[in-house]
């Protein structure tokens, strides 16, 4: 990494500046099958930061488990996906949705379509997805009234509303769309109602850490009743107290189901 030229994509030996909320920044050396820890988790060099964008934001696998279980994904779905990115969410996808569903995913950068379509054979789950170097906003998915599910990570998913919509089954489906500003989830929610969505929310996930510790802290006297010294009982015990620290907004999960009708 020269500090003079700017580069796209992150790779071993860069030096990353880890973003991990208000005034939290971390410098790391990138090294393949190291891992960094942060209180929001573990970054796997490899699988989090190594082939992603300088810039990326990193969803995290609270996100994705919410993700999966809101657009009801199972064995079988078929599902609609825009941008690629690094793969990440869409490794998530394919674990949930295989053997027998597949993921159509939408990349229009050329060169992290292309790596994400090499990391999908190398990790041997190429026969579940098919990768399309396009504009979802202006040629969407690709396939039409097959999917499940559709879900958008793009600066503007409200442009894709209408793909999305036709990308779902005739018989309906669910459709979710991560942002990180509340802006960019007005305009989706006013997209989605004007194309006949119904059952919009929108959801952030922020985890609460507990710290769980053993204490020992001696019984108060509140008066036995009975005759002689109150005990002076200090059985341990555990105790959980939530940790001060606030962990730091990912970004808005915005739901929402199509109807048939
Ligand atoms: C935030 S990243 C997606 C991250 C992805 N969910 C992951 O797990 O890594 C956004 C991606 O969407 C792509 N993108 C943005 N607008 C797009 C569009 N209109 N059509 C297709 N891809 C788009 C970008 O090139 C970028 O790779």
Redesign the pocket.
């Known amino acids: 990494m020269s500090f003079v030229a700017y580069e796209e994509l992150i790779k071993e030996g860069d030096t990353a500046i880890l973003s991990l909320g208000h005034g939290a920044m971390v410098a790391v050396r990138v090294q393949r099958g190291a891992q960094t820890q942060t209180r929001h988790g573990v970054l796997r060099h490899s699988v989090d930061l190594i082939g992603?964008?300088f810039g990326?934001?990193i969803?995290y696998s609270t996100d994705i488990a919410l993700i999966t279980m809101m657009l009801e994904l199972r064995p079988g779905s078929v599902v609609c996906e825009?941008?690629?990115?690094?793969?990440?969410?869409?490794h998530a996808i394919i674990r949930t949705i295989a053997p027998t569903g597949h993921l159509h995913t939408?990349?229009?950068?050329q060169q992290?379509a292309e790596k994400a379509r090499e990391e999908f054979q190398e990790h041997r789950v190429g026969r579940w997805v098919t990768v399309r170097t396009?504009?979802?906003?202006r040629s969407g998915f690709g396939v039409s009234h097959v999917a499940d599910a559709v879900f958008l990570?793009?600066?503007?998913p409200w442009e894709?509303v209408g793909h999305a919509w036709d990308a779902l089954k005739v018989e309906g489906g669910r459709f979710c769309s991560?942002s990180p500003c509340i802006e960019q989830v007005q305009r989706t929610c006013q997209a989605l109602a004007a194309r006949g969505f119904s059952e919009l929310s929108t959801l952030e996930v922020l985890p609460q850490v507990y710290n769980v510790r053993t204490v020992s802290l001696p019984l108060p006297d509140l008066g036995s009743g009975t005759d002689g010294p109150a005990s002076p009982d200090t059985s341990p015990f555990r105790s959980g107290t939530p940790m001060k620290e606030a962990v730091g907004h990912t970004g808005y999960l915005t739901f929402a189901t199509k109807t048939p009708g």
């Open positions: 992603r964008p990326s934001k969803l825009s941008g690629t990115g690094s793969g990440s969410v869409s939408v990349e229009f950068h992290r396009q504009d979802v906003c990570d793009i600066p503007s894709a991560f």
